[in-house]
């Protein structure tokens, strides 16, 4: 019985926080943007939260 614990499989999961939402996920990396240029380190719902703002004209950019 100790032996098949010792030998069972593991799964390691690596979560960072994202510097937009402060959330713990898998998917943070450094994301950019080319028009306009910015580069951010967030999950992909915020960068698409962000890049998507940027296509309003009348938003209020907070970078």
Do not use: I, Y
């Not at 010792?6 to 898998?26: A, I, M, Q, T």
């Amino acid at each position: 019985m100790k032996q098949q614990w010792h030998s069972r499989p593991l799964e390691v999961r690596v979560f960072d926080r994202c510097d937009e939402c402060g959330e713990l996920k898998e998917d943070v990396q450094e994301r950019v943007n080319h028009w306009p240029k910015f580069a951010v380190v967030c999950c992909a719902t915020c960068f698409a939260d962000l890049s998507g703002d940027f296509s309003d004209p009348t938003a209020d950019f907070v970078l």
